[in-house]
């Protein structure tokens, strides 16, 4: 067994390098991001299934995923006090983004350690947080968490955790991320739809069946349009806390929401990839495909329905102004059409980043303008180039604390609202 080394959470922060705060030295010290995209196979492949079930390990602790969201594909009782735990993908080669989520209770009062392990090539990502209820989170107390110390010493990712737990016959709910299943997405969609301004309906249907919903905000007989996205990738819980925030401020009912939604209509699907949410995915659909590479061919039915939405809204006269497609990375950035491209309201996304730089003090945004030919083969690129919508893939730290999360997105909202509202040099192509 590796010797112990226990780290405080921030420091994990930096070593998995998703410290929010990176992003707000010199530009020279900021993240660069990922790479050029790459042109994949997108056609539908198979996918491994997790066994559901409750798992007895012994001593009388048990484990369970049999619940939306669940991933845990290996349990055993290593040690008398040491339990150990596999996470593997739906199917390789697959982006390094390993989601957990499981439940474990005792018959009886005990202390274990509990380590998280994962295939070869992979290493830890998402610091742990736990429930009693499924609803409240926690991050693990640093005190009682360690990481691989082999691998960081010799400064590589970490390929496993190990955290102390103390067990009884209350369950305790172990999660990579705050844990929001298809139902709850669909709970908050029904609430916001209660509102006279909004309304609900289904966009079409996942490659399983599971409905893809889109919410209407704002004018019904008008033909300006913005349109969001989220949860293309399912692990991606902070970017869809953004977006929820970005709409629940569109949603706010106050001069300026009001102003905006008179003159523009906002479409949000909130979560285009229930499949692999609802059965807790690292990356992909049930088509074991990455969604956000699938812009081009449109070989899975999810991103096939929403390009029909949005060119039935063109074909009736309606024009696309503005996409934001929400999601999550190991630290907040913002990746955007290379300056030279104009859409049909140049300029626009800049000045929105830049004015939240204005309204968070000491805020310096990380800002990443696309090559002018990337492929297209992604959510906003290819929506630019097809529609001439002013398009940001706005992506959230893992880590990024989610009062800050919440404002951000809050504020994305209001400086989009305000700067299309003031826009009178509206282009359309």
């Not at 380590?115 to 009682?144: C, E, H, M, N």
């Not at 060119?311 to 913002?334: C, M, N, P, R, W």
């Not at 049909?344 to 996304?349: R, V």
């Amino acid at each position: 067994m590796y010797p112990k080394f226990q780290i405080s959470r921030h420091l994990f922060v930096v070593i998995a390098s998703i410290a929010f705060f990176t992003s707000c030295g010199p530009k020279d010290t900021k993240w660069k991001g990922q790479g050029p995209l790459e042109v994949v196979d997108t056609k539908t492949r198979p996918i491994e299934f997790q066994l559901k079930s409750t798992f007895n390990v012994g001593n009388g602790i048990y484990f369970s995923n049999e619940f939306d969201g669940a991933r845990l594909n290996g349990v055993a009782l290593t040690a008398p006090d040491e339990v150990t735990v596999l996470i593997t993908p739906e199917d390789t080669p697959i982006n390094g983004s390993p989601w957990y989520a499981f439940k474990i209770w005792s018959e009886n009062p005990q202390k274990i350690k509990l380590k998280l392990t994962y295939i070869d090539g992979v290493s830890q990502r998402y610091y742990p947080k736990l429930s009693s209820d499924g609803k409240s989170w926690t991050p693990v107390d640093s005190a009682f968490y360690r990481l691989d110390s082999m691998s960081l010493a010799e400064e590589k990712s970490p390929k496993f955790c190990e955290f102390d737990l103390a067990l009884s016959s209350d369950t305790i709910w172990v999660a990579a991320q705050e844990l929001i299943v298809s139902k709850d997405i669909n709970a908050w969609e029904a609430q916001l739809a209660e509102k006279p301004f909004v309304s609900l309906s289904e966009l079409g249907k996942s490659k399983e069946g599971r409905p893809i919903n889109v919410l209407r905000i704002g004018n019904t007989e008008g033909n300006k349009y913005v349109i969001i996205l989220s949860r293309q990738h399912p692990p991606e819980v902070t970017g869809w806390l953004a977006m929820k925030a970005f709409t629940e401020r569109v949603c706010a009912d106050d001069e300026l929401s009001n102003q905006f939604l008179n003159k523009y209509t906002v479409f949000v699907v909130p979560c285009v990839n229930p499949d692999g949410v609802d059965r807790g995915h690292w990356r992909n659909s049930a088509g074991g495909i990455d969604l956000n590479r699938d812009w081009k061919n449109f070989n899975q039915p999810e991103t096939q329905q929403i390009r029909k939405f949005m060119q039935d809204k063109v074909l009736k006269g309606g024009t696309f102004y503005t996409a934001i497609d929400f999601h999550s990375t190991f630290e907040d950035i913002y990746y955007t059409m290379a300056p030279e491209l104009k859409g049909n309201m140049p300029g626009l996304i800049p000045k929105v980043i830049e004015a939240m730089a204005h309204d968070i003090p000491g805020y310096d945004p990380n800002i990443r303008p696309d090559e002018a030919d990337a492929a297209k083969i992604n959510s906003t690129v290819s929506i630019f180039h097809a529609f001439h919508a002013e398009a940001m893939t706005y992506e959230v730290g893992d880590e990024t604390p989610r009062d800050l999360i919440k404002l951000k997105g809050e504020l994305t909202a209001k400086n989009l609202m305000e700067l299309m509202l003031s826009n009178d040099t509206t282009k359309v192509q």
